[in-house]
């Protein structure tokens, strides 16, 4: 049986690196780990304890350097090219659709003719070097006829950024002058372009949201001073063997919106590169492309832009080759951690979390120092047990114990300029590595416990990521291919590898409510369109009855509570098995092999059964004397009895009546769900579910019932998308 596991957990950790058994990269990895054999993989590789040495020596080491040149001195750019001649061949067959008034077919071939479409002059023997702007034009004529004039004017105004012949400018011209004109005629009639604003909206204020969208209701219990996404009813704390965990500060009721987060870093799965944007993951309706390649879209220019100024114009021409790998998507997600911030600062990262590391190694300050900002503002320090942290000579730490001192002086400095400016940032530019936020890089990496392996596998793909950042033109003077990479090129990669090991047990998948027609929620169902990394949530522990639920609105994870929590009490969420589907052993193979922890939890250790065997019965009242916390079953008496824990006569007549009146507002709820009423069924779920665990504690068939009910209406209010009728 232990073989078993351990086979099911290696299996586990090599699908966070690569899909399946396709693809480049398997056989890459393959050839090299049999070159290398077992004795030089766990004796030589094995004995190396720092994420440099480990990507270093697979470039040096004379077992494998060879096999690793060799493989990687062949990764040749790959992408999908724009063309012409299929643009020109799109937006005709699109003009034949809107002639006969099918509109929403003749708008998808007009989009996929933007796309594929060259810049003005990259092609012109087809179109006189304009496909682009043509295809704008015919889209625009789409929207219009479609009365969505938003859209229509949008394109319109991308088009004239071209220079087009007077009489087809003229005709574009007239067309936006008269968009412009219905659109201020029916300004108060017509409906939000995109309804994920509002819905934003409403969840975090405009100063912390950042996109100029307008106004909202705060964070529940106003945002955290200390995280940023946060609510002030919750904390991260740390403990020997709960690590770092989200722990409730106030009363927490069902429903109370806990966190709302942009990610880190996100990916797209590559099946939904052509429906959805590829920077804030929005389903598409009026798509523009990369200026360079056909892989990708983006919902606006703003997506785009920032795309192109950050990871996209380092991802473009390799995208077709990394999909083509057979690399994982969190594989896609630790590329995109490095493209995103560029080759300085990836390198202040790596700096800093090694300055971590020693100054954990130093002895602590004396108790009259000065803390540095990073502690007083309750940031977290990063986890750095995988790098290497040499042992100090008395005069080093003695440089060390000045330097944080000089440090503490300059932040006091700083908090005080802060306190005088407002929110207005000192040190423009953020080349002072204080600046750099490694917190997400301390989230746990499980370091201590791979296996060499492990690591050799996840340093290949590191030196196989870099080689591709080597040829886009992320290093302004990359290494020939037939000598070993610079520092510079080594510490990004080490970067890259300790991305990939913390992914593996921190990232989450987003996913869009996917609506039937007939029902909003009958037949709805969650579809997963990629993954992404958010800091704050990934330290949320694993329930298998899971206190919270997530949805997304548009990038941003939103978690709410489905049941109330009191001050102190854990604030977990679920990590994929969840009691009333999964049995206990299921349960613990799967966390055990895809997470690498054995779960405790209540429902874990009192072995609460799945649905199928769950019943109201199984229920226990709590007892009525203030500060007892002794439960009782279900009393079907009216006659009281004595508590053994608080020697008190009790009588749990009207904490039973009361849990008949839960039951009762359930059905309620769920009739209002079932009729699409979503607002007054969230009410009347999270009414009845705050008095249940009043009075009662689970398991309660009725209640879980309860809480999976809430958990699809509150993800109405995200990212949500109907299939239109055929």
Same mark, same amino acid.
Request: aromatic share 6%; charged share 30%; net charge positive.
């Given at each position: ?10 299996? %586990?950790?090599? #699908?966070? +690196? ?18 290398? /054999? ?32 060799? !493989? +990687?001195?062949?990764?040749? @750019? ?72 938003? =859209?229509?004017?949008?394109? +319109? ?37 995109? @309804? ?58 069902? /429903?109370?919106? +806990? ?15 052509? !429906?959805? %944007? ?20 983006? $919902? ?45 600062? %990836? ?42 942290? @040499? ?184 990590? /994929?098995?969840? =009691? ?70 009790? $009588? ?5 009546? %009361?849990?008949?009146?839960? #039951?009762?507002?359930?059905?309620? /709820? ?27 504690? @689970? ?28």
């Amino acid at each position: 049986m232990q073989d078993q596991d351990e086979f099911y957990r290696n299996l %586990c950790s090599s #699908e966070t +690196l690569r899909s399946g058994r396709r693809g480049f990269f398997h056989d890459f990895s393959g050839h090299v780990m049999q070159t290398a /054999g077992d004795t030089w993989t766990s004796g030589t590789f094995g004995r190396i304890d720092d994420d440099v040495g480990r990507v270093r020596a697979i470039f040096t080491d004379a077992r494998v350097k060879d096999a690793v040149a060799d !493989t +990687l001195a062949n990764v040749k @750019p790959l992408f999908r090219d724009k063309d012409a001649e299929i643009s020109r061949r799109k937006r005709l067959e699109g003009y034949q659709l809107a002639a006969v008034g099918e509109h929403e077919k003749a708008l998808l071939l007009f989009s996929q003719a933007v796309l594929r479409a060259p810049q003005p002059g990259g092609n012109k023997t087809v179109d006189q070097g304009l496909s682009l702007p043509l295809a704008l034009l015919g889209r625009a004529g789409t929207f219009t006829a479609l009365k969505e004039y938003h =859209f229509a004017l949008e394109d +319109l105004r991308l088009a004239a950024e071209h220079d087009l012949p007077d009489k087809p400018m003229r005709e574009l011209e007239r067309r936006r002058e008269e968009c412009e004109r219905i659109l201020k005629d029916n300004e108060s009639s017509l409906v939000p372009v995109d @309804p994920r604003i509002n819905k934003l909206a409403r969840l975090i204020p405009d100063r912390e949201r950042g996109d100029g969208d307008g106004g909202g209701a705060p964070l529940n219990g106003a945002v955290n001073s200390e995280l940023r996404w946060s609510s002030g009813a919750l904390e991260i704390r740390e403990t020997t063997t709960a690590g770092k965990h989200a722990v409730a500060t106030a009363e927490i009721h069902p /429903g109370d919106i +806990l966190l709302v987060e942009p990610p880190l870093a996100g990916c797209l799965l590559p099946e939904f590169y052509g !429906t959805h %944007c590829q920077h804030c993951y929005a389903r598409l309706r009026a798509p523009i492309g990369c200026p360079n390649c056909s892989c990708v879209a983006f $919902c606006g220019k703003k997506c785009r832009d920032v795309a192109l100024t950050t990871y996209h114009k380092y991802e473009c021409k390799v995208l077709a080759l990394l999909i083509g790998s057979g690399m994982s998507v969190l594989s896609m997600v630790a590329l995109r951690m490095v493209t995103q911030e560029g080759p300085r600062k %990836c390198l202040k990262i790596y700096e800093k979390l090694k300055k971590n590391a020693v100054e954990k190694a130093a002895p602590p300050l004396a108790a009259t120092t000065t803390t540095s900002t990073a502690t007083t503002t309750g940031t977290a320090t990063p986890d750095t047990h995988d790098m290497k942290s @040499p042992v100090c000579s008395k005069s080093a730490r003695r440089r060390i114990r000045r330097r944080k001192l000089k440090e503490s002086r300059r932040d006091e400095e700083i908090t005080k300029m802060t306190e005088e400016n407002g929110t207005k940032e000192i040190c423009e530019g953020g080349d002072d590595e204080r600046h750099v936020d490694v917190a997400p890089y301390g989230l746990v990496t499980h370091a201590d416990r791979r296996t060499s392996k492990d690591f050799l596998e996840r340093s290949l793909m590191a030196a196989f990521l870099l080689k591709c950042l080597q040829r886009v033109g992320f290093f302004a003077c990359p290494t020939p291919d037939d000598e070993v990479p610079g520092a510079e090129e080594i510490t990004v990669a080490a970067l890259l590898l300790r991305n990939l090991q913390l992914l593996q047990f921190n990232a989450h998948e987003f996913f869009e409510t996917r609506v039937s027609a007939e029902h909003r929620f009958r037949g709805s169902r969650p579809v997963y369109l990629g993954v992404a990394i958010y800091p704050t949530v990934a330290r949320f522990n694993h329930d298998c009855y899971p206190a919270v639920t997530r949805y997304f609105v548009g990038r941003h994870i939103v978690i709410r509570a489905i049941r109330g929590l009191q001050p102190g009490d854990v604030i977990a969420e679920n990590y /994929g098995p969840i =009691f009333t589907k999964r049995t206990l052993a299921d349960r613990q193979r799967t966390l055990a092999g895809r997470y690498w922890f054995r779960c405790t939890c209540k429902a874990c250790q009192e072995d609460w059964p799945p649905f199928e065997n769950l019943t109201n019965d199984s229920a226990r009242l709590r007892c009525p004397t203030a500060g007892c916390d002794r439960l009782h079953p279900l009393a079907r008496q009216g006659k009281p009895i004595k508590c053994l824990d608080c020697q008190k006569k009790i $009588c749990l007549e009207d904490r039973l009546a %009361c849990l008949r009146e839960c #039951e009762a507002l359930y059905n309620r /709820g769920l009739a209002g769900m079932e009729d699409e009423r979503v607002n007054e069924a969230i009410g009347t779920l999270c009414d009845a579910l705050k008095r249940f665990h009043q009075v009662a504690r @689970p398991p309660h068939r009725d209640t879980h019932l309860a809480e999976i009910a809430l958990s699809s209406c509150l993800a109405d209010y995200g990212n949500t998308w109907r299939p239109a009728a055929l």
